[in-house]
């Protein structure tokens, strides 16, 4: 049982925050592209970023800001351009779009953290994003988290957002998250893009260990194509206005707040499982009986990100063959005889034996996994026994269709 509860708002259901998003015409679509996610006040800041070698300027620029001072009052995120790949050219376009807000916000542009999202190898409209600054500022509302989740958007088919609550002795204290992702996915660190907000009052270094072991269980742990983003980041803002106590050690209520961190987290991963591009449901791997966290955690994304895995699910075969050949090369010890398997409710394997099974009401399971209505039954449910260690791990993944190769064919074109 969670002691935490969902409620309306994501990145604006915490206090002191309010967002904004709009069409300022970067994006050729004329869809929304320009987004604002502003603390009244100066926040906690930590984040999470792409190990890639080819980053983004926006990446280069959060990872300089937090390391001169770990707080943030506003972070700007525009959709279209990628900003990566673009040389010494798109870090000058990277500092100028701070300090544009800056000067419309009235703060240092030290108090903004930037991120992109788009074709790689494009700079930001410059012209376009700082003519639609005054807008963007102007609209900023504590009910503007559709707005900003929309904005963020590229090749998601929906925005994905949530909030939490619990309680803090007698006083509220929220996280409320967005995110975007569909393809390129498959994060070292984290996802594409992801936001938090949070009003607890919590000390700089814990609140990015915090958020390091929440992506480590969530956003890390999820694969759509196995290919990690040059934009991957996680940024977590907490500015302390639920005025509950200074919580600056491990302990319980770190631990509640720990919790409701991930577990935002965790749904937002899943969230963009579920959309991943051409996918149409959400893969759970279940790994349990390894000798640690990590390990567990490396079979399950091994499964969930295998192509064959993917393919046999889309075509609804339930070949559990795939997903012993996926676990063996993990790169985790462990003794084939303790293999076991189960799809759904079919147990397929135990203690290396293959075992009968109705594989037509398993094609049946596979079938009846639809993407659309975010319910239990688009989930595919594969859980895997390594051993007899405590170790548990779980991944996110979705189905490799059709689609996916002619949205990735045609993406610049």
């Known amino acids: 049982m969670t002691d935490w509860k969902v409620i309306e708002g994501g990145v604006t259901a915490p206090r002191g925050y309010r967002a904004s998003g709009i069409t300022a015409g970067l994006k050729a679509s004329g869809l929304p592209d320009l987004a604002l996610i502003v603390s009244d006040v100066d926040a906690i800041a930590a984040g999470v970023f ?3 070698q080819v980053r983004a300027a926006c990446v280069d620029y959060c990872r300089q800001q937090l390391q001169a ?16 790949a673009t040389g010494a050219a798109g870090w000058t376009d990277a500092v100028d779009s701070a300090q544009a807000l800056a000067q419309v916000l009235n703060i240092a542009p030290e108090s903004i953290l930037l991120a992109s999202t788009g074709v790689i190898g494009q700079r930001i409209k410059m012209d376009i994003l700082k003519a639609g600054i005054p807008k963007l500022v102007e609209e900023l509302s504590e009910n503007g988290n559709a707005a900003v989740a929309k904005a963020i958007m590229t090749t998601d088919l929906v925005p994905k957002t949530i909030a939490l609550e619990t309680m803090f002795g007698d006083r509220p ?8 992702g569909s393809g390129m996915i498959h994060p070292n660190m984290a996802t594409m893009l992801a936001f938090v907000t949070c009003d607890a009052v919590v000390s700089p ?3 990015q260990e915090m958020l390091s072991r929440a992506a480590n269980r969530s956003f890390n742990q999820v694969t759509v194509d196995g290919d990690t983003s040059t934009n991957d980041c996680l940024i977590a803002l907490a500015n302390g206005a639920s005025r509950t106590p200074a919580i600056t050690a491990m302990g319980p209520e770190a631990e509640k707040l720990e919790g409701m961190l991930t577990a935002v987290c965790e749904y937002l991963a899943k969230a963009i499982a579920r959309d991943g591009e051409g996918a149409t449901c959400l893969i759970e791997v279940q790994v349990s009986g390894a000798e640690d966290e990590a390990s567990a955690c490396k079979v399950a994304k091994t499964i969930v990100g295998s192509s064959l895995v993917k393919s046999a699910i889309f075509g609804h075969d339930p070949n559990w063959g795939r997903i012993a050949a996926a676990a063996g090369r993990a790169g985790v010890h462990f003794d084939q005889n303790d293999l076991e398997i189960q799809l759904g409710d079919f147990v397929l394997m135990q203690q290396g034996q293959p075992l009968p099974f109705d594989r037509n009401a398993a094609n049946e399971y596979l079938k009846q996994a639809k993407t659309g209505e975010y319910l239990k039954e688009d989930t595919v449910l594969i859980s895997v026994k390594i051993g007899n260690g405590s170790g548990v791990g779980k991944a996110w993944g979705c189905d490799l269709s059709y689609d996916y190769v ?6 610049t074109t």
């Open 50 to 52: 792409t190990t890639s």
């Open 69 to 84: 001072k770990p707080s943030a009052k506003a972070i700007l995120c525009n959709s279209g351009q990628a900003n990566a």
């Open 173 to 180: 204290v929220r996280v409320g998250g967005i995110c975007k």
């Open 205 to 207: 270094a814990l609140w």
């Open 406 to 411: 002619k949205i990735n064919a045609e993406y």
